[in-house]
Structures are given as structure tokens and as C-alpha cells.
């Protein structure tokens, strides 16, 4: 079983950074490729970006060069580095991870990848 917990959500200005972290109870967090999902309100909820067991990173065109994604494998715990802040990003913010260990695959963007999930933390963008 593992446990994903976000934080770092919170309210800011269009412009301005914020920085999610997702910490992991999985003892091979190391193995894991893990990305961000967001969801506004009334919407579905959209792959944000994913970095690989590898360190291969991939980002949705709409924040790409505003977002960096990163992990600690020390520390078990995955960030995403939020700058120049949108309204248009404001949507709760969740965590995945696929626990299967050194996995390689090519869907990365799909939910269906991913098997543990956090609970989210809200991001919101005031313009």
C-alpha cells in the first residue's frame, strides 16, 4: 500500500509561484514514476506532468516553461514548482503514482497509469 500526501497548496496572485509536494510512504518511491493531475471546478481532471522512475519529464502544453516537476528519492517525496501563475490554474492538484518499479511506459498522461492517488490540495489563482 502507499499513501501519497500533497501540500503546498493555497491562494496567490496571477504571477506569482507556489511549490506542491507529495510525499510517499512506498519504501521503493525510487522505482515509481509519478505525475500531477489538476482539476478546476465543472471540469475533468488533466494530466499536469510526470517525471519517471528514470528522471524522463513530461509536461501538458498549457504549462510547460512555467512548471518544473522534481523529486528527492531520499526523501521520498515528489515537488511541483509553480511559476507564473495563472487564473486558468487554479483547480485542486493531485499526486499519482504507478508503483509498478521500473516501469517504462507510454501513457503517462492517462489516469489509468496510475494506481495510488493523493487527496488533493487546492491551488488558486487570483487575477
Known amino acids: 500500500q502507499v499513501q501519497l500526501v500533497e501540500s503546498g497548496g493555497g491562494l496567490v496572485q496571477a504571477g506569482g509561484s507556489l511549490r506542491l509536494s507529495c510525499a510517499t510512504s512506498?519504501?521503493?518511491?525510487?522505482?515509481?514514476?509519478m505525475g500531477w493531475f489538476r482539476q478546476a471546478p465543472g471540469k475533468e481532471r488533466e494530466f499536469v506532468a510526470v517525471?519517471?522512475?528514470?528522471?524522463?519529464?513530461y509536461y501538458a502544453d498549457s504549462v510547460k516553461g512555467r512548471f518544473t516537476i522534481s523529486r528527492d528519492n531520499a526523501k521520498n517525496t515528489m515537488y511541483l514548482l509553480m511559476n507564473s501563475l495563472k487564473p486558468e490554474d487554479t483547480a485542486v492538484y493531485y499526486c499519482?503514482?504507478?508503483?509498478?518499479?521500473?516501469?517504462?511506459?507510454?501513457?503517462?498522461?492517462?489516469?489509468?497509469?496510475?494506481?495510488?492517488w493523493g487527496q488533493g490540495t487546492q491551488v488558486t489563482v487570483s487575477s
Open positions: 512506498g519504501r521503493t518511491f525510487s522505482s515509481y514514476s
Open positions: 499519482a503514482a504507478d508503483s509498478r518499479p521500473y516501469y517504462s511506459g507510454s501513457y503517462y498522461s492517462t489516469q489509468s497509469t496510475y494506481n495510488y
Open positions: 517525471i519517471t522512475w528514470n528522471g524522463y519529464t
